[in-house]
């Protein structure tokens, strides 16, 4: 049965005030923009701000966007403004870089060994890569306490502390995910891992342990039963055997109960990691241990200390006995892996659901109700992966750890069955959510391409819609951005990148970039522009700028006729000063006559063939001034002939270029003569 989305909550966006003045709305890929319109609303009163409802986009696909209200009035001038609704606010915090750095590592070198190992060895290989990433997540809160710490604005401080929560919230689900999951432990290693994760989250109690043990004469210390309590109710059975030993030193009457708890203590049968005992035999000598507690207990051994008694209790899995130290214990999670440890050393992950829910009952005890932490908690100690995920995706502020946890499992093939009814797997649908917002960071985006990569079925569109929203705000930015698209083969994102930033450096009147870029996206009609722009920029100023460019454009000069043409006469130019003239009057003559110079460029062709026509040696043939003179002809026959008459200066250019080719012509037709009379 498909699952329908809950309605999206409400968002109070501040300082917008719907009561007063209309909204819209403009939808994009990872925010919201939300600006006020002209109009305000018939009889609306400027009271208090009304929550703005703004759905998070990623999770209502094909919503429409509208304004707020159809009901228009006439709008009095003055100022609008528009605000900016996030959907993933966490990015932009500065201490969740590191979070989001490593972690990207990590992802990656998962991908890259997914086929390496097999067997025990693939398993370990998992578990060391949940390691690493709970190990970025603790640095991540370390460093956030410490910027809370030194924060000296209040409103800093609490939202570091916030994210100081957030984040041990995390490691605290994940760590519980990892042993159920990943590691997925048998009975017996079970208790330990789960004794390991309540020492490890469960440190309320630090300080106090601190405080007794710092103090001068630590049996005395009113605090002192309180830290030998949580020792044991944390299984730290040798840390409250050395306590212990202070206070039977202290007070000689009691060395007999002392060395009597001690013993129990000491011997109190513990699951091994390894496989030296089995779990018959470790269930019979914890049955042997239980009884012996028992019968000192029901012998009055302990009566005279009612500590030790508890103390014996808690030993024998008295539950009234454990709840009586509730405020020691804190959570119910700790209650459970304690009443585990006491009553059940041997619980095999399958019942581990039946203990939950009872514990939480019980340490509750219908006093308050269960947090979305416990809920969280909870679903994975019932094995509901998906729960947990679904779950953690709407308390958490961010797709960072529903992503990355959902991919692990995803390599545990604990998610193989689970397909989502709009299209892709769970897996792939988290980390196209989170590579979405990484895109909307200024420098993070980078690391959303890796994670679009790995996605097989969306990944490479949303990658293309992406790209295309890239803010090019420097040419090395868009050098990043070109780079990634041509490995990836993304011809459509590489021309546009390269025509978006051909038209800023044509604003910017940088020709040579521009045609570098208009190039590189092989765009014919945008050469053909900027070549323009370079031709007539040599008109006006009579000198090429970017002759670098130019000289070494290569088969790319192909790509257009005017670049083409901008080429060869640059060629021409270069000809021209390296007095290699013969070269360059049957280069300028080809230019004219293939008809690839523009025709409004052809009175500036001729005027550069003066100088050639001047030189004492004669450089053109006969018959080659014979192609001159037509050019000529076909420009002043095709060209509005009273222009010529108005225009001073180009009616002398004629007059010259004419004077110039007779003279020419004459010379050729003397030196042909005389040579054929020799």
């Not at 400027?46 to 429409?64: E, K, L, T």
């Not at 049955?287 to 009055?300: V, Y």
């Not at 679904?390 to 069955?417: G, M, P, R, Y």
């Not at 196209?432 to 391409?449: C, D, I, K, M, R």
């Amino acid at each position: 049965m498909e699952e329908l989305d809950a309605e999206p909550p409400l968002v109070v966006v501040p300082g917008a005030d719907p009561a007063a003045r209309q909204l819209c709305f403009a939808w994009g890929p990872a925010e919201v923009l939300v600006c006020e319109t002209r109009f305000g609303r018939a009889g609306g009163s400027r009271s208090s701000p009304v929550p703005v409802p703004v759905p998070v986009p990623s999770r209502c696909p094909g919503a429409d966007c509208s304004v707020a209200d159809a009901d228009t009035a006439r709008g009095a001038p003055g100022s609008s403004r528009v605000f900016v609704v996030r959907r993933d606010q966490d990015i932009y915090i500065q201490t969740l870089r590191k979070l989001f750095n490593e972690s990207h590592g990590i992802f990656m070198g998962l991908q890259r060994s997914e086929e390496e190992l097999a067997g025990k060895s693939r398993k370990a290989q998992l578990v060391q890569v949940s390691k690493n990433y709970r190990s970025v997540i603790r640095a991540c809160m370390e460093d956030m306490h410490q910027a809370a710490v030194s924060a000296r604005d209040p409103a800093l401080h609490g939202q570091y502390s916030t994210q100081v929560s957030i984040l041990s919230a995390m490691e605290l689900i994940w760590n519980l995910c990892e042993i159920l999951f990943v590691e997925a432990a048998a009975a017996g290693p079970l208790l330990l891992r789960l004794l390991d994760w309540v020492r490890l989250h469960v440190c309320d109690v630090d300080s106090m342990v601190r405080e007794v043990l710092s103090s001068e004469n630590p049996s005395k210390h009113e605090l002192f039963w309180n830290v030998v309590d949580v020792f044991v109710l944390q299984g730290r059975m040798d840390e409250a055997r050395h306590l212990l030993s202070k206070e039977a030193t202290a007070n000689p009457t009691s060395m007999n109960m002392y060395k009597i708890l001690d013993d129990l203590m000491k011997k109190m049968p513990m699951p091994s990691l390894g496989n030296t005992q089995t779990l018959t035999e470790l269930e019979l000598k914890w049955q042997h241990w239980h009884e012996e507690c028992q019968r000192f207990l029901q012998d009055g051994t302990f009566a005279s200390n009612p500590h030790m008694e508890s103390i014996c209790k808690i030993l024998l899995g008295d539950e009234d006995a454990i709840l009586e130290k509730k405020e020691l214990m804190t959570t119910w999670y700790h209650f459970l892996v304690t009443r585990l440890l006491y009553s059940h050393p041997t619980v095999r992950p399958m019942e581990l659901r039946f203990y939950a829910q009872s514990s939480m009952d019980l340490f509750l005890g219908g006093e308050s109700s269960p947090e979305p932490l416990d809920m969280i908690l909870m679903a994975a100690f019932e094995f509901e992966m998906h729960q947990v995920i679904k779950e953690c995706s709407i308390v958490l502020s961010n797709w960072w750890f529903v992503a990355h946890l959902t991919d692990l499992l995803d390599h545990c093939k604990l998610l193989q069955s689970h397909n989502l009814y709009f299209g892709s797997n769970m897996r792939e649908f988290l980390l196209l959510e989170y590579a979405s917002g990484l895109f909307s960071h200024h420098s993070l985006w980078q690391l959303g391409v890796d994670y679009f990569d790995h996605c097989p079925e969306f990944g490479r569109v949303y990658l293309e819609l992406h790209m295309e929203r890239i803010p090019l705000s420097t040419e090395q930015k868009a050098l990043k951005v070109l780079r990634i698209c041509e490995q990836r083969q993304m011809h459509e994102q590489v021309r546009s990148v390269c025509k978006i930033m051909a038209m800023k450096a044509l604003r910017n009147n940088r020709l040579g970039s521009a045609l570098s870029w208009s190039i590189r996206a092989k765009d014919a009609a945008f050469a053909t522009l900027i070549s323009d722009r370079f031709l007539k920029d040599y008109c006006e100023r009579g000198c090429f700028s970017d002759l670098d460019l130019i000289d070494n454009l290569g088969p790319s000069m192909l790509l257009s006729d005017r670049l083409t043409f901008l080429g060869k006469y640059r060629e021409f130019h270069r000809l021209y000063g390296e007095k290699r003239f013969a070269e360059a009057a049957r280069l300028l003559l080809t230019l004219m006559t293939a008809h690839i110079a523009p025709c409004s460029f052809w009175m500036t062709l001729l005027t550069d063939a003066l100088p050639l026509l001047e030189q004492k040696e004669i450089i053109f043939s006969a018959e080659q001034t014979y192609e001159l003179m037509r050019c000529l002809e076909d420009l002043t026959g095709n060209t509005d002939k009273q222009k010529f008459q108005e225009d001073d200066v180009e009616t002398t250019k004629v007059e010259m270029l004419r004077l110039a080719l007779a003279r020419n012509l004459a010379r050729v037709i003397v030196k042909e003569g005389t040579m054929e009379g020799s």
